[in-house]
Structure formats: structure tokens, C-alpha cells
């Protein structure tokens, strides 16, 4: 059974950086695709990053491009999101999530199996 931890999250201001890490265990794949998404109060749960361990490749929504940086590790058991210049709109419970292959990589929520509980990130100005 793949499990996700996420860890990182807290309260940062605006303009700051953060770091998200997820803890994977559970599966031997090496080309799961995992992602990082997150949820406002009220907002439907989107895609932020996204990345396919097989090859590297990484999506990003617009609203977080050249600000976040999703990476892993070399032994590709933890997942990072370097998040800076964070903005008032960034505040959510960011979650780590991954699917096996063959898995699309993208950043639709529903192409996801797996999902952590979730780190909180707020923002204040």
C-alpha cells in the first residue's frame, strides 16, 4: 500500500519561501508520476505540480509557474515543492499525491490514486 506524509507547511509571509516535503513509501515503481495539489476553504482541489519519475518531466499550473519548483529525490522516495515569492492567493492545505503507471502526469486531481493528508500552508501580507 503506498502511503504519502506531508510535511512543511505553516505560516510564512508574503513574498517568503517554503518548502513542502512528502515521505513515499509502499510502491517500487520508479515511474509513478506524483503530484502536489492544494485546497482553499470553499475552492475546489487543484493541481499545482507534477512530475513523472520515470523521465523527470514536470508540469506546473500557470498561477504557480517560475515561482514553484517540484523535485525528488535521488532514491525518489520524497517529493519536495520549493515554493517562493508566495502570494495571498497561495494559502490552502497543499497535498502530495501519486499514480502508477501508466499514469498521464498531469494536474487533474482525479488522475491521482493515492493521496496524503495534507500540510497547511498560510500566508499573511
Known amino acids: 500500500q503506498v502511503q504519502l506524509v506531508e510535511s512543511g507547511g505553516g505560516p510564512v509571509q508574503a513574498g517568503g519561501s517554503l518548502s513542502l516535503s512528502c515521505a513515499a513509501s509502499g510502491y517500487g515503481y520508479s515511474a509513478y508520476c506524483m503530484g502536489w495539489f492544494r485546497q482553499a476553504p470553499g475552492k475546489a482541489r487543484e493541481g499545482v505540480a507534477s512530475?513523472?519519475?520515470?523521465?523527470?518531466?514536470?508540469v506546473y499550473a500557470t498561477s504557480v509557474k517560475d515561482r514553484f519548483t517540484i523535485s525528488q529525490d535521488n532514491a525518489k522516495t520524497t517529493l519536495y515543492l520549493h515554493m517562493n515569492s508566495l502570494k495571498p492567493e497561495d494559502p490552502a492545505m497543499y497535498y502530495c499525491?501519486?499514480?502508477?503507471?501508466?499514469?498521464?502526469?498531469?494536474?487533474?486531481?482525479?488522475?491521482?490514486?493515492?493521496w496524503g493528508q495534507g500540510t497547511q500552508v498560510t500566508v499573511s501580507s
Open positions: 499525491a501519486a499514480d502508477p503507471p501508466p499514469c498521464s502526469g498531469g494536474l487533474a486531481p482525479n488522475e491521482y490514486t493515492y
Open positions: 512530475i513523472y519519475l520515470g523521465n523527470g518531466r514536470t
